[in-house]
DNA sequence: TAGAGATTAGTTTTT
DNA sequence: CTAATCTCTA
């Protein structure tokens, strides 16, 4: 895109001097405009490394970098691209706590735990073992915390017993966070905002720093977000919030649009900027993004049009089940992308839940599409990946007891749950860690000398990197790590060779990554382990080479854009989804749809199933509401009837089925 | 203590 | 129907 801004975008880029709010329709540029605001702010004499651009995915703050880079180039600046700081909230986050740990009460080495080793902490807190109550309690936890509610406050606002049950777990959870030296997600704003809005002088050095701050995605922000905005923008209110109220998806996290509506309040010199020209799609794309769009309240009344030709018909397709719907979407691509002689990266099917994606990878890999699947399990998130993390983790942080937990059970070494159980008791009657209740023998066992003498020598082996981490390079130290712990052995005795082969490959992958990012950026081990936890959804699955088509969630796919989009699952239940419906929040629902349609630049397919099997069971499905809200007259329908003797014999299926489980329950 | 088999529960979106 | 836990034995 080397034409130039349009008026709006201009006139969006060009102010730099007031508080500025910029409405951004789908696909109206917006990612320019900010990267073209960034060049000019330098441009115009603003110091680089007092710009400051928030995003809310990794994914954005790489491309937005890359943007910025390309046009600091162009203009003789770039050594201005990397003083830029340009970060997700919680990378943000992580930097203020890292900057001011002491006077937050943490060491330098505190871990930051994500969700997953959080749970069992929860789980023994609420003093459940089941599941769900623990996932529940947590999410009520976190809830607490993007809504700034300290612990003592949180029993008043439970509604049921799972809050109040949740309520009661929350201080100790906060206890138990601080005894470990840790913090979660939501404390990476959390605790910025509280220290920036009760100590003057490290507000005013933030402040210092951010002479503009630019926010993506401004309607997704929480209130905890907006605070830690607030902060840093100060009264002089130098900013640029970018967004669009009709693709403000996270409302489940905590996101709301107050944020918005408040705007024009909180800063009275206000610039409010409409794009509204869309540069992406077709206009019978967006006519049905207007007219779905159109059944939501709106905050602000945008008129998106395109110049790009009216382009085909939307098509509709009625498929038998999602077997059957998969295989349709997958020979679509496939003929289509041979008659266009375009690449797999051109297509993209998105749906609402990751568990939808099996049918699709099994379709696609049937019919050898290659194909990438993205929000799901990077290999950050693998077990094995995982486990070497929590080592790392554990060598910054004595105190981080899950990642002891974790890593003294990596690779198995004659320590089990007896002698940890043992541990725990000694470490909580001394206050300490479990890493310093072996070191400072609080605890002994005469009965399991072996398992002792195991205990020792981990903690030794931890303490000796400790020691060397902040001089020698991390992928050293984690190449010594390894072959300490025998870990390829390890694998190579607890896998098979298919298995095997792929987690030493995933684990080669990883060391190799921290390698470099040891190297080019200069990170040693210690800050290595703190960023890693929130870089989990980013690097390990970059599709950007790959040509492959696109599977992914709607959440995952905002900010993308295909030539060619497979909306599928549109069923009642799934999109709007059921919880949705019963919680009368069919409106994020509604702008989930929005976000899935402005996706498609050329193509837009829509597939929903008239059976779907769950749980085992088949069970009917209707249609998505939203295929209703679109414009008619663009939709072609290519979906047949099913026919009867198929209906029929399904139905019979499923009723056997039925009857099986019955005749299992009865005999037990 | 550790691995293999049985049992059981479950389906939203993510930094 | 899967993917996790949980239980049992070597």
Not at 521 to 526: A, K, M, V
Request: net charge neutral.
């Amino acid at each position: 895109m080397s034409f130039p801004l349009n008026p709006a975008q201009a006139e969006a880029v060009r102010r730099t001097d007031a508080p500025m709010l910029v409405l951004a329709g789908a696909g109206s540029g917006k990612t320019r405009v900010i990267a073209a605001k960034i060049a000019r702010l330098v441009a115009g004499g603003t110091d680089p490394a007092k710009i400051v651009a928030i995003t809310f995915t990794n994914k954005a703050a790489r491309e937005m970098r890359e943007r910025a880079q390309g046009l600091l180039r162009a203009q003789g600046r770039e050594d201005a691209a990397s003083a830029v700081r340009i970060a997700t909230f919680h990378a943000l986050g992580l930097a203020i706590v890292r900057a001011e740990a002491k006077r937050l009460g943490l060491r330098p080495g505190f871990s930051v735990l994500d969700p997953q080793d959080l749970e069992t902490v929860v789980a023994e807190l609420a003093a459940t073992a089941d599941r769900s109550r623990a996932r529940k309690a947590q999410w009520a936890i976190s809830a607490w915390k993007n809504a700034l509610v300290p612990p003592a406050q949180a029993l008043a606002l439970a509604r049921d017993d799972d809050e109040r049950a949740a309520a009661k777990a929350y201080a100790g959870y906060a206890d138990a966070l601080s005894a470990y030296q840790a913090v979660d997600f939501d404390d990476l704003i959390r605790l910025p905002v509280e220290l920036l809005e009760r100590d003057p002088a490290a507000r005013g050095r933030w402040q210092e720093r951010c002479e503009h701050v630019l926010v993506d995605e401004y309607q997704d922000t929480n209130p905890a977000q907006y605070r830690l905005f607030r902060a840093l923008v100060g009264e002089r209110g130098r900013f640029t919030a970018v967004g669009d109220d009709d693709q403000a998806i996270y409302g489940w996290r905590g996101a709301t649009l107050d944020n918005l509506a408040r705007l024009p309040d909180d800063y009275p010199g206000l610039v409010v900027v409409k794009l509204e020209q869309n540069y992406r799609s077709t206009t019978r794309i967006l006519a049905s993004a207007n007219a779905l769009i159109a059944n939501n309240a709106k905050l602000h009344d945008k008129r998106l049009w395109s110049d790009r030709g009216h382009g085909d018909a939307i098509r509709v397709v009625a498929a038998r089940d999602e077997e059957q719907e998969a295989e349709i979407v997958a020979s679509a691509i496939s003929a289509h992308r041979f008659e266009h002689r375009g690449r797999w990266s051109d297509y993209a099917v998105l749906y609402r839940g990751n568990h939808q994606s099996r049918a699709f990878e099994a379709a696609m890999r049937a019919q050898s599409i290659p194909y990438e699947v993205s929000g799901g399990q990077s290999w950050f998130e693998r077990a094995e990946i995982k486990d070497l993390i929590a080592y790392l983790r554990l060598i910054a942080n004595e105190s981080d007891d899950p990642a002891f937990l974790r890593a003294v059970g990596v690779p198995r070494r004659g320590v089990g749950q007896t002698t940890l159980a043992k541990l725990s008791e000694a470490a909580a009657a001394g206050g300490t860690s479990l890493a310093a209740a072996v070191r400072d023998r609080a605890f002994s066992s005469a009965a399991q000398p072996r398992a002792h003498s195991e205990l020792v020598a981990f903690v030794t082996l931890v303490e000796d990197l400790r020691r060397r981490a902040a001089k020698e390079p991390a992928g050293r130290l984690i190449d010594e790590l390894l072959r300490e712990i025998g870990y390829e052995d390890h694998v190579v005795a607890t896998c098979d060779k298919r298995e095997a082969e792929a987690k030493l490959q995933s684990v080669a992958d990883f060391t190799g990554w921290l390698a470099r990012k040891g190297e080019t950026d200069r990170r040693n081990l210690f800050d290595l382990a703190q960023m890693i936890a929130l870089v989990t959804m980013l690097e390990g699955r970059d599709g950007e080479g790959a040509d492959a088509v696109r599977l992914s969630t709607l959440h995952a796919a905002k900010g993308l854009e295909f030539p060619h989009v497979h909306l599928v699952g549109l069923e009642e239940g799934i999109l709007p989804h059921r919880e949705s419906i019963e919680a009368g929040t069919i409106d994020e629902e509604r702008r989930l749809m929005y976000v899935g349609v402005t996706r498609a630049e050329r193509s837009l397919s829509l597939s929903f199933c008239r059976t779907r099997s769950r749980a085992g069971l088949r069970v009917d499905c209707q249609p998505s509401r939203f295929i209703g809200e679109l414009a008619q007259d663009d939709l072609r329908w290519a979906g047949q009837p099913l026919p009867p003797d198929e209906a029929a014999r399904e139905k019979a299926a499923g009723a056997e089925r039925l009857k099986a489980l019955k005749a299992a329950l009865a005999r037990r």
